[in-house]
Nanobody
Framework: QVQLVESGGGLVQPGGSLRLSCAASGSIFSISFMGWYRQGPGKPRELVAGQANGGTTSYADSVKGRFTISRDNAKNMVYLQMNSLKPEDTAVYYC?????????WGQGTQVTVSS
């Protein structure tokens, strides 16, 4: 079993920055994908950024140029650096990994962008 724990959410003013972290623990052998999703109020969950093995990275159009995903494979960590935050980035952010063809989710961390 794999457990994911997110951290780094909070309240930030428009234009500010936050860095989310996600630690994966448990019986980990082969993670093929690590990424971040978010779900805003009244909206469906959407992919924000993801990185597959080999370095292929994808971003939602709404965050390109502002958010950066990175991984530390040795520590089984994934990060999301969020810059130039906007009120519409307000959401619960979820860490997501695919491990041995199974998908795992973190509990979510709230990000609120407001003045």
């Amino acid at each position: 079993q794999v457990q994911l724990v997110e951290s780094g959410g909070g309240l930030v003013q428009p234009g500010g920055s936050l860095r989310l972290s996600c630690a994966a623990s448990g019986s980990i052998f082969s993670i093929s994908f690590m990424g971040w999703y978010r779900q805003g109020p009244g909206k469906p969950r959407e992919l924000v950024a993801g990185q597959a093995n080999g370095g292929t990275t994808s971003y939602a159009d709404s965050v390109k140029g502002r958010f950066t995903i990175s991984r530390d494979n040795a520590k089984n960590m994934v990060y999301l650096q969020m810059n130039s935050l906007k009120p519409e980035d307000t959401a619960v952010y979820y860490c997501n990994i695919v491990h041995l063809l199974k998908t795992y989710w973190g509990q979510g961390t709230q990000v609120t962008v407001s003045s």
